[in-house]
């Protein structure tokens, strides 16, 4: 982790509003969390995170433990707003699609789409991303959040072992889908 010993005075200024703290913090831990939420709504992620910090910093004061809980707590955040999210959309569904989903994708002549689209780390996040959504949650928090099983067994209401079982089924099937796209040369 970054801070070490530094973490209860840069928590402790946090708490008070210094702009230096808050920022250290969010430079620390946002991220992963961004890269989380975006691997989980692509369109929607920089909002959800936006909300997962104004929520952060609305219960910084609660707060308490050490630099890793706060990481698995900003996490849970996470996960709440997304469901959240979900659930808003879900009510709200349209029929077609909607003005934003069209400005989000690139035009076939988009040269800087077309790069973007073939960066490997997105490449990855987009498979990820078509995994059962509990094979995706337990990926993603372990790799992007870099939580233990007991931290996303704690966030996703599981048992570490069915959060081991959900990594080793997600990466199997990850290396399927490769294998199958990607034949070995010989």
């Not at 910084?60 to 900003?74: I, P, Q, S, T, Y």
């Not at 996470?78 to 069209?102: F, M, N, V």
């Amino acid at each position: 982790m970054a801070f070490g010993e530094q973490f209860g005075p840069v928590l402790a200024a946090a708490r008070t509003g210094a702009k230096w703290a808050l920022a250290a913090l969010y430079r620390e831990f946002h991220p992963g969390l961004l890269r989380y939420l975006r691997a989980q709504e692509p369109n929607d992620g920089e909002d959800l995170a936006t909300e997962t910090w104004l929520d952060a910093a609305a219960g910084l004061d609660r707060f308490h433990g050490d630099e890793w809980a706060l990481r698995r707590w900003l996490f849970t955040i996470a996960r709440r707003r997304l469901i959240d999210h979900r659930r808003r959309r879900e009510r709200t569904a349209e029929s077609g699609a909607g003005l934003a989903d069209l400005c989000g994708r690139p035009g076939a002549d988009d040269t800087e789409g077309a790069v973007l689209a073939a960066d490997a780390t997105e490449a990855a996040l987009a498979l990820i991303a078509e995994l059962p959504p509990d094979q995706r949650d337990v990926i993603l928090l372990r790799v992007l959040g870099g939580l233990d099983v007991g931290d996303v067994a704690e966030i996703l209401g599981k048992k570490p072992g069915a959060v081991c079982v959900l990594q080793h089924r997600g990466l199997q099937r990850l290396a399927e889908r490769l294998a199958r796209e990607r034949p070995v040369m010989r």
